[in-house]
T-cell receptor, first 116, second 112 residues
Framework: GAVVSQHPSRVICKSGTSVKIECRSL??????MFWYRQFPKQSLMLMAT?????????EQGVEKDKFLINHASLTLSTLTVTSAHPEDSSFYIC????????????FGAGTRLSVL | DAKTTQPNSMESNEEEPVHLPCNHS???????IHWYRQLPSQGPEYVIH???SNVNNRMASLAIAEDRKSSTLILHRATLRDAAVYYC?????????????FGTGTRLTVIP
């Protein structure tokens, strides 16, 4: 159990376009979802935390108008990278925690974004 | 958040035990010790966590020092599929926040 699905797994887009990444908890209700970014050969950096039905909490240095997060239901959160530029190229990973085990995060497989 | 220190890399022979160390000398009384691992090109995977007592599960064992300033993740029999970056993370159980802040981790290479 506790499967998190992330889609798409890879996306290539032109500079200036927007890209939406979906994160779904398949077999549990996710009270909280997290979004991370990972550059090559670096560790994961937390971008934001979102709770269902409320606004996301962004980490310092992360532009909320650039990285739009919507957590509309207990099983779905989306991250939209608006007006993407080459420097936004990265590995984006979501995770979710469940009500009964809030201290454990279940991660998606990640989305590799390449902006040309 | 209290920081953790791990070796950058370790090697192990296949089918031998692996002991991955983590130092967390500034750990507070409410900090839980979590371990996650990340296989190449994948999202991280939860391995184990503990507070004071040693913990065992189907994936690994976690040995926590009596003063809690260090811990060791033990893989009892390394396989090639265990090759990954292992992250030791402290999570504050007192605030209720569930954010995880990843350090650089230990890259484990398993030699056939």
């Amino acid at each position: 159990g506790a499967v998190v699905s992330q889609h798409p797994s890879r996306v290539i887009c032109k500079s200036g376009t927007s890209v939406k990444i979906e994160c779904r908890s398949l077999d549990f209700q996710a009270t909280t979802m997290f979004w991370y970014r990972q550059f090559p050969k670096q560790s994961l950096m937390l971008m934001a935390t979102s709770n269902e039905g409320s606004k996301a909490t962004y980490e310092q240095g992360v532009e909320k108008d650039k990285f739009l997060i919507n957590h509309a239901s207990l099983t779905l959160s989306t991250l939209t990278v608006t007006s993407a530029h080459p420097e936004d190229s990265s590995f984006y990973i979501c995770s979710a925690s469940r009500q009964l085990a809030k201290n454990i995060q279940y991660f998606g497989a990640g989305t590799r974004l390449s902006v040309l | 958040d209290a920081k953790t220190t791990q070796p950058n890399s370790m090697e192990s022979n296949e089918e031998e035990p692996v002991h991955l160390p983590c130092n967390h000398s500034t750990i507070s009384g409410t900090d839980y010790i979590h371990w996650y691992r990340q296989l190449p090109s994948q999202g991280p995977e939860y391995v184990i966590h503990g507070l004071t007592s040693n913990v065992n599960n189907r994936m690994a064992s976690l040995a926590i020092a009596e003063d809690r300033k260090s811990s060791t993740l033990i893989l009892h029999r390394a396989t090639l599929r265990d090759a990954a970056v292992y992250y030791c993370i402290l999570r504050d159980g007192g605030t209720g926040a569930n954010n995880l802040f990843f350090g650089t981790g230990t890259r484990l290479t398993v030699i056939p």
